[in-house]
């Protein structure tokens, strides 16, 4: 049954990634800052709990000064989507993180969430904003495994991440470096898997099931 089940969520994330494909052939995918327009909450609340949002609000202008250290600036925020119900959602702003190139400055969380113990979700990374440097790319990979983690220590389980096309090959050879590998790299005993995850990219749909070791 629980195969089946499994079955069923990949089969409806393929025609999912499908129609991600014809939505950015016909309406310019790459206008788009926010995953939840194609993404949307009734789609989302029939296939999970609950989802993460991690987007990048435009910060380009903060700390940008003559003599300034900290300047250019990475923010990625997170929002927390609870599905109590098909067709119904909470919504809240989470936390957000802040870096200057590859090192973490802070962490503000907002609000408390509470993920039920082995609840399954999702957790998705907007587009980035075209002209961003691509050297924000770590950042946002070490929000991810922040967000992934914290998931872990609840209980929980993220069944699915997805990242835009763009940032799925630096995303996935960053959390290689993380301690995250390909089912050819683990060994038979499965007791030294500390989870598993299936990272998707959006819209072509290319994705790597990965898993973290103990």
């Known amino acids: 049954m629980r195969n089946a089940i499994f079955c069923k969520r990949i089969a409806l ?24 327009a194609y993404l949307p909450d009734d789609y989302l609340g029939t296939e999970f ?18 003599g300034s250290t900290l300047h250019p600036l990475t923010k990625v ?3 927390f989507n609870e599905y109590p119900s098909a067709g119904n959602v909470q ?7 802040w870096y200057h190139k590859k090192a973490i400055l802070g962490l503000r969380r907002h609000n408390q969430v509470r993920l039920a113990a082995g609840s399954e979700g999702a ?20 929000a991810l495994v922040r967000v992934i983690l914290d998931v872990q220590f609840r209980g929980a389980v993220t069944t699915l991440v997805v ?7 630096s995303i996935v050879g960053a ?19 500390a989870l598993s995850m299936r990272l998707r990219a959006y819209p072509l749909g290319a994705e790597k099931l990965l898993y973290l070791k103990k």
């Open 13 to 36: 994330a393929f025609l999912a990634a499908i129609l991600l494909a014809w939505l950015n052939q016909i309406g310019g995918f790459a206008a788009v800052k926010d995953m939840r």
């Open 49 to 66: 709990k609950w989802s993460m949002i991690l987007y990048l609000p435009d910060v380009k202008d903060s700390l940008n000064y003559k």
């Open 77 to 79: 925020s997170v929002s």
């Open 91 to 97: 919504t809240k702003a989470y936390e957000e993180f």
């Open 123 to 142: 957790i998705i990374l907007c587009p980035r904003k075209e002209a961003e440097s691509a050297d924000c790319s770590t950042a946002i990979t070490n």
């Open 163 to 169: 990242v835009p096309d763009a940032d799925y090959q």
């Open 175 to 193: 959390l290689e470096r993380y301690g995250f590998c390909s089912e050819d790299k683990l060994s038979n005993n499965l007791n030294e898997l």
